[in-house]
């Protein structure tokens, strides 16, 4: 257990619908980051917070965003669903915002759209 | 840009045998960091280790070692006497000094036979 906690395991929506993902970093640590994992792309980086602030964004489409709370807890917000948006999405957290920081991860949300 | 390749795939051996994951990788950067994760059955990705670019000693843990050889660019990863337990797929990944994210290999599926 990495300490990272996603919610939900699992979700199934319909096209054109908004979901929200969330992610409770592990105690201590000020940065999350958000991954998608699909058969095609592998592991991208999507977004990353650190304390609140957005610190570096990667291949995040437009349709998605994403925010870091005040008790460090992230959401990542989906919107307009495609089918091709059914893909396992991680959330994973470490100390600082430094390139050297191990990031643990969380279990991940397979999303499901039809 | 970063980018890390793992030539093999998948890897099939019998119990006890040892396996060798290749990683090889390409940065610009002059200080960066090598990771190596591992995503069991179950989903969840589980840190291994990391290595910075300045710190060529290899480093063994248990059954896992890793040899880190700047000179070819590559980070590779031995288990020593297989387990089934060990089946997973393995990651290598890789960030800059001025990097957020981790870019990481397409993986390789080790799978070990009783």
């Known amino acids: 257990d990495s300490g990272v906690t996603q919610t939900p395991k699992h979700l199934i929506t319909a096209t054109g619908q908004r979901v929200t993902l969330r992610c409770s970093p592990r105690?201590?640590?000020?940065?999350v980051y958000w991954y998608q994992q699909s058969l095609d792309q592998g592991l991208q980086f999507l977004i990353q917070y650190y304390n609140g602030e957005e610190r570096a964004k990667g291949n995040i489409l437009e349709r998605f965003s994403a925010q870091q709370f005040p008790d460090l807890h992230s959401e990542l917000n989906l919107s307009s669903l495609e089918l091709g948006d059914s893909v396992l999405y991680f959330c994973?957290?470490?100390?600082?915002?430094?390139?050297?920081?191990?990031?643990?991860f969380g279990p991940g949300t397979r999303l499901t759209v039809l | 840009a970063q980018k890390v390749t793992q030539a093999q795939t998948e890897i099939s051996v019998v119990e006890k045998e040892d396996v060798t994951l290749d990683c090889v990788y390409e940065t610009r950067d002059t200080t960066y960091y090598l990771f190596w994760y591992k995503q069991p059955p179950s989903g969840e990705l589980v840190f291994l280790i990391r290595?910075?670019?300045?710190?060529?000693q290899n480093e063994i843990s248990g059954r896992y070692s890793w040899n880190f050889q700047k000179s070819t660019s590559s980070f590779n990863f031995t288990i020593t006497a297989s387990q089934v337990v060990d089946s997973a797929v393995y990651f290598c990944a890789l960030s800059g000094l001025n990097d957020y994210k981790l870019s990481f290999g397409a993986g390789t599926t080790v799978t070990v036979r009783a």
């Open positions: 105690s201590g640590d000020l940065s």
């Open positions: 994973a957290s470490s100390v600082d915002w430094g390139s050297y920081n191990e990031q643990f």
């Open positions: 290595r910075n670019s300045f710190d060529e």
